[in-house]
């Protein structure tokens, strides 16, 4: 293995861990806090979305904020889960460059995302406020998966314009 790939698979692990403790920092906040910044940002969202929001009431406000927060977090859950996934994939493809066909840096890449989504479940459940979801695992893990396969595509393209 050369060293630029050496250094890619370190610099991908890297990333990777600082991912897993961005997510593990985003579940430790009680549902307050969590409720307080995802208030925050569905109002963002509803200002930059809803052409007349700002002239709304605030109850109007109110209630168009609630309809955007239960879809923004699960799609900032799926977000998380394929940046995830891509550096997972990366990690995983640069360590054992060349040693395996993709199906299994696909496979073993989802089976850390999934494992990594059962484990922030299980921590919820010891934060105030926060619980176990089932639903939440399903959409961490098709993010991973989603992440891994836009790698896998990607490869795949780039592999096949490159040979004659």
Known sequence: MSVSVRWKA???IILAILQMSYIFVMSAQDSEDSSVVSAFVSKIVGQFTVGDFRDKTKEEQDDIVSAIDSP???AAHFIEY???GVLLFLSIYYSYYQRWKMRSYLLISFGIGLLY???DEIH???VP???FELFDIGVDAAGALTGGLLVCGILYMVKKRTIP
């Open 129 to 131: 406020g926060r619980a």
């Open 82 to 84: 394929t940046i995830l």
């Open 124 to 126: 919820q459940i010891f």
């Open 117 to 119: 989504a059962v484990s």
């Open 10 to 12: 370190v610099l991908c």
């Open 72 to 74: 923004l977090r699960e």
